[in-house]
């Protein structure tokens, strides 16, 4: 975060009273508020942003700089132009003598060449009241000169149009008077009469002189002096206006008055000559010499130590920043210059010195030089015979040393931000310098203190090592493969990946040869990490152009015979890793659409009726009701219904009369009301009650109902389907009851002389709704027991039966089956990339090995295939049934 410049006061309201209060020293008006377009706005912000861009006249400078102010206070851009020269004004009248003062510690200039004026312009800090003109008024002048009159001023004395004739009177030259400025909304009329009178001349008796003619009235009967003048048509002249001017005098307005007069006072002083430096002042701005990209180049080739840090310290910002502007093309030697900067490590790790040299002739270098032209011969042996003649240095160091290194580090990292970029990258690649460097920082010596530039060549490599062709004894690929054992991971990350990219962009393929066994079980076995996406792939894609060439499976077998048999477990869980899941849901059977049955009045069985002519009237009707019927707001039954079925069922027992009955109803259910539906025919309802679905006893138990079908329904009665007509309307208390009442009244299975039910053969159709067996049964005993299994187990099971089959319960949902499925990571194109992909592709080089090449491991009459696939083959085909790769 950067630091808060001390020369700007930071609490607003300080800064405030600091303006206030330098303003009554200098004698100017001060807005505290700085309103703007009636909308208050923050001085403190605006003094902040300004300074922040360089004071007022750098903004001056600049154009539309100014304009870049609005949209912050919160004003639209379709009236930047029109609050523009506004926001310009406020900083000018309130804050710019105070930035002179305050910030540049400057006398600012007076108040007549400052506030007195308006914004326009720039320049503050270099006006003075010799260099500036002051604008002339001839308000200012008129008091200069009467002042100058009172002094017995000899000289003749000015008219002014104020004394005497107005200055647009048309009695004074009529012919030199100009147009009036027409209204925007009036549309421009040209005077068609001709501005130059001809004069005639005539050589007769002279004429009497012609005075203006007087206005004519249009109208006759409205000019009082014609003859058929009616008062009643009398139109009065309109009125003229009269335009009114304020004049400035020391009682109206003093602050005006007094500021002109100093203003004439001050433009009358005599005027110093400008100095000859003066007049190139209009030209230094043009003169600002090289940018910043130039300076830095030519600090950076200078040699000079703090041309070259200032350098440095400025392309690790350009080249981080405008990373993908800033190209070693546009710049000439800018990349030799930092390649030849960063050189400088031989001399501080091995305290010798190389040269870099474009002499030397291809495949020759001297000693302790760089053959920059066509790379360095035998680099690897030279690097050790300095690390042999040198010693391993401690890695303790001096501040000098210390410094010096932060400084080789950052040529290196604008070295990596510029290579990022894939022209800067191709522009390197043709270097035979960048690729001598490459090697011989990645072949530092392994100290903490040269951890972070071998990082970042590893890093530059990374980018580079696909337009390089290399060969299996190349110095830059040797000296990479260590790396791959290093215990620092970002070390082991970028080899990996510039070994895995090595050639890409070229035609010949290059094949990684020369790795040490090792090194292969190091990389397997990163691949169990769990948490490290990054390092799995780039060992896995390490793997797969390693297991392509027949000589590495040749020797990795030779060494390890099970190392590949070891890694098939991982690469068939690393197939489904991390999938993006789609579950699919396959309809297996629809939704059922039962119709509602609407509810009918129970009959009650004996036992219950028995049970309820223990009690006396209307204590039997109030419980028979309970039983029968429950409260429902909504619906309704006739009062004949109701009555009917109370009747028919207790008629020998006598019941209550039908008034009586209707009032127990309404006594018995608070919902329960007695109304008269008025009609063609009248209605007499009750409103309140439903009957019951399922049947209860007087303590709420429910009962057992047959669902026992004893004819089959008529599909062209759908009111004796509704109504339920078809099934057994019998209830039974108990769900023995009820398997004894089919048994003995629909199968029609005789009891033997013990009570018990027979066995006889014959052929027993089960007929309970919904039952889905259509195939009859040979005896009875097999029969019941099936019957039995239709019956619910408990009352509650028996009431969510009968809810269900007449359409009242719960709708079922549909049955369906879901598969999900499993999807790899591909790219843009669609191809399948990632780990998942690779482990295929490592399995498939594997699998053509041992089908080509296997018959020389075979091992006890073990074929190389089952060796390697065998028992995982099962969890391959499971994955593979799962998982969509790509």
Same mark, same amino acid.
């Given at each position: 975060?950067?630091?808060?410049?001390?020369?700007?006061?930071?609490?607003?309201?300080?800064?405030?009273?600091?303006?206030?209060?330098?303003?009554?020293?200098?004698?100017?008006? +001060?807005?505290?508020?700085?309103?703007? @377009?009636?909308?208050?706005?923050?001085?403190?912000?605006?003094?902040?942003?300004?300074?922040?861009?360089?004071?007022?006249?750098?903004?001056?400078?600049? =154009?539309?700089?100014?304009?870049?102010?609005?949209?912050?206070?919160?004003?639209?851009?379709?009236?930047?132009?029109?609050?523009?020269?506004?926001?310009?004004?406020?900083?000018?009248?309130?804050?710019?003598?105070?930035?002179?003062?305050?910030?540049?510690? !400057?006398?600012?200039?007076?108040? !007549?060449?400052?506030?007195?004026?308006?914004?326009?312009?720039?320049?503050?800090?270099?006006?003075?009241?010799?260099?500036?003109?002051?604008?002339?008024?001839?308000?200012?002048?008129?008091?200069?000169?009467?002042?100058?009159?009172?002094?017995?001023?000899?000289?003749?004395?000015?008219?002014?149009?104020?004394?005497?004739?107005?200055?647009?009177?048309?009695?004074?030259?009529?012919?030199?008077? &100009?147009?009036?400025?027409?209204?925007?909304?009036?549309?421009?009329?040209?005077?068609?009469?001709?501005?130059?009178?001809?004069?005639?001349?005539?050589?007769?008796?002279? *004429?009497?002189?012609?005075?203006?003619?007087?206005?004519? /009235?249009?109208?006759?009967?409205?000019?009082?002096?014609?003859?058929?003048?009616?008062?009643?048509?009398?139109?009065?002249?309109?009125?003229?206006?009269?335009?009114?001017?304020?004049?400035?005098?020391?009682?109206?307005?003093?602050?005006?008055? +007094?500021?002109?007069?100093?203003?004439?006072?001050?433009?009358?002083?005599?005027?110093?000559?400008?100095?000859?430096?003066?007049?190139?002042?209009?030209?230094?701005?043009?003169?600002?010499?090289?940018?910043?990209?130039?300076?830095?180049?030519?600090?950076?080739?200078?040699?000079?130590?703090?041309?070259?840090?200032?350098?440095?310290?400025? &392309?690790?910002?350009?080249?981080?920043?405008?990373?993908?502007?800033?190209?070693?093309?546009?710049?000439? $030697?800018?990349?030799?210059?930092?390649?030849?900067?960063? &050189?400088?490590?031989?001399?501080?790790? /091995?305290?010798?010195?190389?040269?870099?040299? /474009?002499? !030397?002739? *291809?495949?020759?270098?001297?000693?302790?030089? #760089?053959?920059?032209? $066509?790379?360095?011969?035998?680099? &690897?042996?030279?690097?050790?015979?300095?690390?042999?003649?040198?010693?391993?240095?401690?890695?303790?160091?001096?501040?000098?040393?210390?410094?010096?290194?932060?400084?080789?580090?950052?040529?290196?990292?604008?070295?990596?931000?510029?290579?990022?970029?894939?022209?800067?990258? =191709? +522009?390197?690649?043709?270097?035979?310098?960048?690729?001598?460097?490459?090697?011989?920082?990645?072949?530092?010596?392994?100290?903490?203190?040269?951890?972070?530039?071998?990082?970042?060549?590893?890093?530059?490599?990374?980018?580079?090592?696909?337009?390089?062709?290399?060969?299996?004894?190349?110095?830059?690929?040797?000296?990479?493969?260590?790396?791959?054992?290093?215990?620092?991971?970002?070390?082991?990350? @970028?080899?990996?990946?510039?070994?895995?990219?090595?050639?890409?962009?070229?035609?010949?393929?290059?094949?990684?040869?020369?790795?040490?066994?090792?090194?292969?079980?190091?990389?397997?076995?990163?691949?169990?990490?769990?948490?490290?996406?990054?390092?799995?792939?780039?060992?896995?894609?390490?793997?797969?152009?390693?297991?392509?060439? /027949?000589?590495?499976?040749?020797?990795?077998?030779?060494?390890?015979?099970?190392?590949?048999?070891?890694?098939?477990?991982?690469?068939?869980?690393?197939?489904?890793?991390?999938?993006?899941?789609?579950?699919?849901?396959?309809?297996?059977?629809?939704?059922?659409?039962?119709?509602?049955?609407?509810?009918?009045?129970? *009959?009650?069985?004996?036992?219950?009726?028995?049970?309820?002519?223990?009690?006396?009237?209307?204590?039997?009707?109030?419980?028979?009701?309970?039983?029968?019927?429950?409260?429902?707001?909504?619906?309704?039954?006739?009062?004949?219904?109701?009555?009917?079925?109370?009747?028919?069922?207790?008629?020998?027992?006598?019941?209550?009369?039908?008034?009586?009955? #209707?009032?127990?109803?309404?006594?018995?259910?608070?919902?329960?009301?007695?109304?008269? %539906?008025?009609?063609?025919?009248?209605? +007499?309802?009750?409103?309140?009650?439903?009957?019951?679905?399922?049947?209860?006893?007087?303590?709420?138990?429910?009962?057992?109902?047959?669902?026992?079908?004893?004819?089959?329904?008529?599909?062209?009665?759908?009111?004796?389907?509704?109504?339920?007509?078809?099934?057994?309307?019998?209830?039974?208390?108990?769900?023995?009851?009820?398997?004894?009442?089919?048994?003995?009244?629909?199968?029609?299975?005789?009891?033997?002389?013990?009570?018990? $039910?027979?066995?006889?053969?014959?052929?027993?159709?089960?007929?309970?709704?919904?039952?889905? =067996?259509?195939?009859?049964?040979?005896?009875?005993?097999?029969?019941?027991?099936?019957?039995?299994?239709?019956?619910?187990?408990?009352?509650?099971?028996?009431?969510?039966?009968?809810?269900?089959?007449?359409?009242?319960?719960?709708?079922?949902?549909?049955?369906?089956?879901?598969?999900?499925?499993?999807?790899?990571?591909?790219?843009?194109?669609?191809?399948?990339?990632?780990?998942?992909?690779?482990?295929?592709?490592?399995?498939?080089?594997?699998?053509? $090995?041992?089908?080509?090449?296997?018959?020389?491991?075979?091992?006890?009459?073990?074929?190389?295939?089952?060796?390697?696939?065998?028992?995982?083959?099962?969890? %391959?085909?499971?994955?593979?049934?799962?998982?969509?790769?790509?």
């Amino acid at each position: 975060m950067a630091q808060p410049d001390p020369r700007i006061i930071e609490d607003e309201q300080e800064f405030l009273d600091d303006v206030a209060a330098f303003h009554r020293a200098r004698g100017t008006n +001060f807005d505290r508020e700085g309103k703007l @377009s009636g909308r208050p706005m923050s001085l403190h912000k605006l003094y902040k942003m300004v300074m922040g861009r360089g004071g007022y006249d750098v903004l001056s400078k600049e =154009r539309m700089a100014w304009r870049s102010l609005v949209r912050p206070f919160g004003f639209s851009s379709q009236h930047e132009g029109a609050m523009t020269f506004q926001i310009k004004s406020l900083y000018y009248k309130n804050l710019a003598a105070y930035e002179i003062a305050k910030y540049w510690g !400057e006398t600012p200039p007076p108040r !007549e060449i400052l506030e007195d004026l308006t914004a326009k312009g720039g320049d503050l800090r270099s006006r003075t009241l010799e260099n500036y003109p002051i604008p002339g008024h001839r308000e200012s002048i008129a008091l200069v000169d009467v002042h100058h009159e009172s002094e017995d001023d000899p000289s003749t004395p000015r008219k002014f149009p104020g004394n005497g004739d107005e200055p647009n009177n048309a009695s004074r030259y009529p012919t030199r008077m &100009l147009r009036q400025d027409p209204k925007r909304t009036q549309l421009f009329q040209p005077d068609t009469s001709s501005t130059r009178s001809r004069i005639m001349r005539s050589t007769a008796s002279p *004429q009497p002189q012609a005075y203006p003619a007087q206005p004519v /009235y249009s109208n006759a009967s409205s000019d009082p002096r014609h003859p058929s003048f009616n008062i009643q048509n009398y139109e009065p002249r309109p009125p003229m206006a009269l335009t009114l001017r304020p004049v400035i005098t020391p009682g109206s307005n003093p602050d005006v008055f +007094f500021q002109r007069k100093a203003m004439a006072l001050a433009q009358k002083l005599p005027r110093m000559q400008p100095e000859p430096q003066h007049f190139l002042k209009g030209q230094i701005s043009s003169m600002g010499g090289p940018n910043i990209y130039l300076r830095c180049l030519y600090g950076l080739r200078s040699g000079i130590p703090e041309e070259q840090s200032f350098a440095l310290h400025h &392309l690790v910002k350009v080249s981080f920043e405008r990373g993908d502007k800033y190209k070693f093309e546009g710049f000439p $030697f800018l990349a030799e210059s930092l390649l030849e900067k960063a &050189l400088e490590i031989l001399a501080l790790v /091995y305290g010798t010195e190389w040269t870099v040299s /474009y002499n !030397e002739k *291809q495949g020759t270098a001297p000693e302790n030089v #760089i053959n920059a032209a $066509f790379g360095t011969p035998d680099l &690897l042996t030279r690097i050790e015979q300095l690390k042999a003649a040198a010693g391993l240095p401690d890695d303790v160091t001096t501040e000098e040393e210390a410094t010096k290194l932060d400084k080789l580090c950052e040529a290196a990292l604008v070295i990596l931000n510029m290579v990022t970029l894939e022209e800067n990258a =191709r +522009f390197l690649a043709d270097f035979a310098l960048f690729r001598d460097f490459l090697t011989i920082a990645i072949t530092l010596p392994p100290q903490p203190r040269l951890a972070e530039f071998k990082r970042y060549a590893l890093e530059m490599a990374e980018q580079v090592t696909r337009y390089y062709l290399m060969l299996p004894q190349d110095p830059l690929y040797l000296s990479m493969l260590p790396y791959l054992q290093s215990p620092d991971r970002s070390m082991t990350l @970028s080899a990996l990946r510039a070994i895995n990219r090595i050639g890409i962009e070229l035609e010949p393929v290059f094949q990684i040869t020369g790795v040490p066994i090792a090194t292969i079980e190091r990389l397997i076995s990163l691949t169990l990490l769990e948490c490290d996406d990054e390092l799995v792939e780039a060992c896995l894609d390490f793997l797969y152009e390693y297991t392509a060439t /027949y000589d590495n499976n040749i020797s990795a077998l030779a060494e390890n015979a099970d190392l590949y048999s070891k890694l098939m477990p991982r690469l068939v869980t690393l197939m489904n890793h991390r999938p993006s899941t789609h579950e699919e849901v396959i309809l297996n059977k629809p939704k059922q659409q039962r119709p509602v049955v609407a509810p009918t009045i129970p *009959q009650i069985p004996a036992d219950l009726h028995e049970h309820l002519l223990q009690y006396p009237e209307p204590a039997r009707s109030s419980r028979w009701l309970k039983c029968c019927f429950e409260e429902f707001r909504d619906d309704d039954i006739t009062q004949i219904a109701i009555w009917q079925a109370y009747q028919s069922r207790f008629q020998h027992n006598q019941p209550v009369p039908a008034a009586e009955f #209707i009032k127990n109803v309404s006594s018995t259910f608070s919902t329960a009301q007695a109304q008269v %539906i008025n009609g063609v025919q009248p209605r +007499f309802i009750i409103k309140g009650i439903r009957p019951r679905r399922v049947l209860v006893d007087t303590t709420g138990e429910p009962y057992y109902k047959c669902f026992w079908e004893i004819s089959k329904p008529d599909p062209y009665d759908p009111v004796a389907q509704s109504a339920q007509r078809h099934l057994c309307q019998s209830w039974k208390s108990t769900r023995q009851s009820l398997w004894n009442h089919i048994v003995e009244d629909h199968l029609n299975v005789a009891r033997d002389s013990d009570g018990r $039910f027979a066995n006889p053969t014959g052929e027993y159709t089960c007929r309970w709704t919904g039952c889905m =067996r259509s195939e009859p049964f040979t005896n009875a005993i097999d029969a019941a027991a099936h019957v039995r299994s239709h019956i619910p187990e408990t009352g509650e099971a028996m009431a969510k039966l009968v809810l269900e089959l007449t359409g009242a319960g719960p709708e079922k949902e549909a049955e369906v089956t879901k598969h999900t499925s499993y999807y790899t990571a591909i790219d843009e194109a669609g191809n399948p990339v990632g780990i998942s992909f690779m482990s295929v592709m490592i399995m498939r080089n594997l699998a053509r $090995f041992a089908n080509k090449h296997g018959a020389e491991f075979e091992k006890s009459g073990t074929k190389l295939m089952s060796r390697l696939f065998g028992h995982v083959m099962r969890d %391959i085909w499971h994955d593979d049934a799962d998982s969509i790769v790509g």
